[in-house]
């Protein structure tokens, strides 16, 4: 079956380091991969996704790149702020599982900014 | 705001009892999804449903049911509650069915506490 797999957290940085956070999938087709954000207290927010090989997706200043080869999706951003400090799942939906739309996550990695 | 609302926020009752979670999804959208967040299973694909039809399921318990009604808003029942029943419940809406284009916006979600 499809699964995502995301580096185990918290991730502390200070304000204005490079975030890497890894994501490596498993998945029978050529799944759409996404990157979601959630705030304390709140529901998921799609931060940005990528749709086929290569595909760069990006906002606010995140990118991650589908890499089919290493089957990896990093969530990558320059330089990170306080207000970033949130957890983040790696996600991907395969239309080839099952039909439907459905969303496997990986385990979340909260990251925490510092000033 | 995703535009995607849920009641009640927060529910707190007993083992064995059951409650009824509500979704309304953003306007224009014919698909909403279920999902379950916990500590020990982290956020699982419940059930999804495409204008008014079941679409795709995940790992739901027999306990639990879920219908989408004419006008599009969506109920997931939980019965006989355990204490693992204990979760954040997110439901989210699509335009559409398919994972083709069709991004999911997340409601604030449900805290069920069973005691």
């Known amino acids: 079956g499809n699964s995502v797999t995301q580096m185990e957290g918290p991730v502390t940085l200070s304000e204005e380091a490079f975030l890497t956070i890894n994501c490596t999938y498993t998945?029978?087709?050529?799944?759409?991969l996404f990157w979601y954000v959630q705030y304390p207290g709140e529901g998921l927010q799609l931060l940005l996704k990528?749709?086929?090989?290569?595909d760069k997706g990006s906002n606010k200043g995140f990118e991650a790149t589908y890499r089919k080869e290493t089957t990896s999706f990093h969530l990558e951003k320059g330089s990170v702020q306080v207000s970033d400090s949130a957890v983040y799942f790696c996600?991907?939906?395969?239309?080839?599982?099952?039909?439907?739309?459905?969303?496997?996550f990986g385990t979340g990695t909260q990251l925490k900014v510092e000033l | 705001d995703s535009g995607v609302t849920q009641t009640p926020k927060h529910l707190i009752t007993a083992t064995g009892q059951r409650v009824t979670l509500r979704c309304s999804p953003r306007?224009?959208?014919?698909?909403v999804y279920w999902y379950q967040q916990s500590l020990d299973q982290g956020l699982q694909f419940l059930i999804q449903?495409?204008?008014?039809?079941?679409?795709a399921k995940g790992n739901i318990l027999e306990r639990f049911s879920a219908q989408q009604f004419p006008d599009l808003h969506s109920e997931l029942n939980l019965s006989s509650l355990e204490l693992g029943d204990s979760a954040l419940y997110f439901c989210?809406?699509?335009?559409?069915?398919?994972?083709?284009?069709?991004?999911?916006?997340f409601g604030p979600g449900t805290r069920l506490t069973v005691l």
């Open positions: 989210a809406s699509s335009v559409g069915g398919d994972p083709w284009g069709n991004e999911q916006f």
């Open positions: 998945a029978t087709g050529y799944p759409s």
């Open positions: 990528a749709t086929k090989a290569d």
């Open positions: 996600a991907l939906s395969d239309p080839l599982t099952g039909g439907g739309n459905k969303l496997t």
């Open positions: 306007s224009g959208d014919l698909s």
């Open positions: 449903y495409y204008n008014g039809e079941e679409r």
